[in-house]
C-alpha cells in the first residue's frame, strides 16, 4: 500500500515556475515507477512526465523543455519542477505510483496509487 500526497499547487502568471511535490508513505517508495498527470475542466486527465526506479524520464511533448521529473527515494518524494509556465498549464495535478517500477507509462491505467491532486492555475 502507498499514499500519495501533492503539495506546491497555486497561482503563477504566465512564464513563472512552480514546483509539486508528491510525498509518498511506505518503505517501498524507491521499487516503484512514478508519474504526473494533469486534469483540466471538462477535459480528460493527460500524462505530464514519469519517472522509472532507475531515474529514466518520459514526457508528454506539450511540456517538453519546461518541466522535469525527478525523485529523491531518501525523503520518498517525487518532484515536478515547472517553469515557463501557460495558461493552458491550467488543471488539477495528481501524482501516480505504478507497481511496475522499471516502467514509464503515459497510460492511467498502468498506475495502481493516485494522489488527491494539487492546484495549479496559471494566468495570462
Known amino acids: 500500500q502507498l499514499q500519495l500526497v501533492e503539495s506546491g499547487g497555486g497561482l503563477v502568471q504566465a512564464g513563472g515556475s512552480l514546483r509539486l511535490s508528491c510525498a509518498a508513505s511506505?518503505?517501498?517508495?524507491?521499487?516503484?515507477?512514478m508519474g504526473w498527470f494533469r486534469q483540466a475542466p471538462e477535459k480528460e486527465r493527460e500524462f505530464v512526465a514519469a519517472i522509472n526506479r532507475n531515474g529514466n524520464t518520459y514526457y508528454a511533448d506539450s511540456v517538453k523543455g519546461r518541466f522535469t521529473i525527478s525523485r529523491d527515494n531518501a525523503k520518498n518524494t517525487v518532484y515536478l519542477q515547472m517553469n515557463s509556465l501557460k495558461p493552458e498549464d491550467t488543471a488539477v495535478y495528481y501524482c501516480?505510483?505504478?507497481?511496475?517500477?522499471?516502467?514509464?507509462?503515459?497510460?492511467?491505467?498502468?498506475?495502481?496509487?493516485w494522489g488527491q491532486g494539487t492546484q495549479v492555475t496559471v494566468s495570462s
Open positions: 501516480a505510483a505504478a507497481g511496475n517500477g522499471y516502467g514509464r507509462s503515459a497510460r492511467a491505467g498502468t498506475y495502481d496509487y
Open positions: 511506505g518503505r517501498t517508495f524507491s521499487s516503484y515507477a
